[in-house]
């Protein structure tokens, strides 16, 4: 029964990775160009007051070319398929990973409602967290290969790297180092997860009891149950996205090609005095986009799946 209900959750992760990594694929591949150092930067002139003679002093400063600007680059210069860069690893790694996930979070939650307060905070997070940290360290050369593809700047006609062109690309020039390259970075963001796993189940407790509360409600799950979950998951993972999105922009730095990020903090500590803290926010906006709707369907269409094949309630 154990191993059953693991593969469940195994193919239930799969599913739902897999629809949400299709339908957002385009805001991915925006939010990774915004948070990259080659990002062009659009020279703007600036007039500062306050000299000796009450004349202002005229200085250039860098402006970020906004989510439809970089949109528009990339469709007249790249062509629209572009805006699927990434998306055969994305697709190659989406399943096992969003399937390692959820099989390592409900094995640790079991495990963690052994030791703590059953379904409290505590062991929401440190399910959140444990099942992050393995699936990391497992998938991270296949998010690595991504990223790379995903910046990879060819015009239009180019002939543009595959996964595995850019996979032995990254093996020749940087050996098997290359491919956890971001990996402290990820580790970082295991905080994101914790916050939205910990929001995402207080609210879904919250749904369960207001539902059981309600006067004639069925015993079954309706349409209106699964949109309810989708909009706390939406919510959970707004609210985690924009806490803990720094580590985003610091991880797609250190996996660009030969660039000078070497280590976490050093690439914090340069982004953070060569372009300011805003910096850290860079993409900020279409990873929302993406994220918000995407892990409500991945969190939603987990839910539904487990509920239609797990064991019937008696």
């Not at 398929?81 to 939650?109: C, H, M, T």
């Not at 706390?232 to 993972?237: P, V």
Request: glycine fraction near 10%; hydrophobic fraction near 40%; include cysteine.
């Amino acid at each position: 029964m154990a191993q059953k209900d693991t593969l469940l959750h195994l193919f239930a992760g799969g599913c739902g990775g897999t629809v949400g990594a299709i339908m957002t694929c385009p805001l991915e591949v925006l939010k990774t160009r915004l948070q990259s150092s080659g990002l062009t930067l659009r020279p703007v002139f600036q007039v500062q007051l306050g000299t000796f003679n009450g004349a202002g002093v005229i200085r250039p400063g860098p402006v970020t070319p906004g989510l439809l600007q970089v949109l528009r680059s990339i469709l007249e210069k790249e062509g629209p398929k572009s805006l699927f860069r990434g998306l055969g690893p994305n697709l190659v790694g989406v399943a096992p990973s969003r399937a390692i996930y959820f099989a390592a979070y409900s094995k640790s939650k079991e495990t963690f409602n052994g030791i703590f307060v059953p379904n409290s905070g505590i062991v929401h997070m440190s399910s959140a967290g444990f099942a992050a940290f393995v699936t990391n360290s497992l998938m991270n050369p296949i998010w690595m290969v991504k990223t790379r593809m995903q910046l990879e700047r060819k015009a239009r006609g180019e002939k543009k790297m595959n996964a595995l062109q850019c996979a032995r690309y990254v093996y020749k020039t940087e050996g098997m180092r290359g491919f956890y390259r971001g990996l402290t970075a990820s580790y970082a963001g295991i905080s994101e997860t914790m916050i939205c796993f910990l929001i995402y189940e207080t609210l879904k407790k919250y749904l369960v009891r207001s539902r059981f509360t309600t006067p004639d409600t069925d015993t079954e799950k309706g349409a209106s149950d699964f949109l309810g979950l989708m909009v706390a998951a939406a919510f959970a993972k707004g609210c985690a996205s924009c806490i803990a999105y720094p580590h985003e922009v610091i991880r797609t730095r250190l996996r660009e090609e030969g660039s000078k990020y070497k280590y976490f903090f050093q690439t914090a500590r340069l982004v953070a005095v060569e372009e300011g803290y805003a910096a850290f926010y860079r993409g900020l906006i279409p990873q929302l986009i993406r994220q918000i709707p995407n892990t409500a369907i991945v969190l939603s269409t987990y839910e539904l799946i487990v509920h239609l094949l797990g064991e019937p309630s008696k």
